[in-house]
């Protein structure tokens, strides 16, 4: 199945260079369509003018942020030397508590087609 979605400049960049092999979003029922095999195609946000097409390669669901970071090291990240507030600061300007305790984490390991 192909899912549509959008990264902004600095995650897009760092998956495109092969750096990032994982993408944080909610277990929404959105990404619960998501499966292993999967193709995404990411647009580069604002400018929308550049996609990326990577394939999902393993999912895993997590209760919170925090679960799910102190579980994956953070190079997958791409966030080599962050500590474990910078993750969840960097997270919760994306995300609410609220949309965390509702839908829970869920990280998508890629790698570029």
């Given at each position: 199945?192909?899912?549509?979605?959008g990264?902004?400049?600095?995650?897009?960049?760092?998956?495109?260079a092969?750096r990032?092999?994982?993408e944080?979003?909610?277990n929404d029922?959105?990404?619960?369509?998501?499966?292993?095999g999967?193709?995404i195609?990411?647009t580069k946000?604002?400018?929308?003018?550049?996609?990326?097409?990577?394939?999902?390669?393993?999912l895993?669901?997590?209760?919170?942020?925090?679960a799910?970071?102190k579980?994956?090291?953070?190079e997958?990240?791409?966030?080599?030397?962050?500590?474990?507030d910078e993750?969840?600061?960097?997270?919760?300007e994306?995300?609410?508590s609220e949309?965390?305790n509702?839908?829970?984490a869920?990280?998508?390991?890629?790698?570029?087609?």
């Open positions: 199945m192909k899912h549509a979605m990264l902004f400049k600095v995650p897009f960049e760092s998956i495109k092969g990032k092999t994982v944080v979003r909610l029922a959105k990404r619960r369509q998501v499966a292993v999967d193709t195609e990411f946000l604002p400018e929308k003018e550049e996609t990326l097409k990577v394939v999902v390669t393993k895993r669901s997590y209760d919170t942020f925090e799910m970071y579980e994956i090291p953070f997958a990240f791409d966030c080599e030397g962050w500590t474990m993750m969840l600061d960097g997270t919760y994306i995300y609410t949309q965390e509702e839908w829970g869920l990280p998508i390991y890629v790698e570029r087609m």
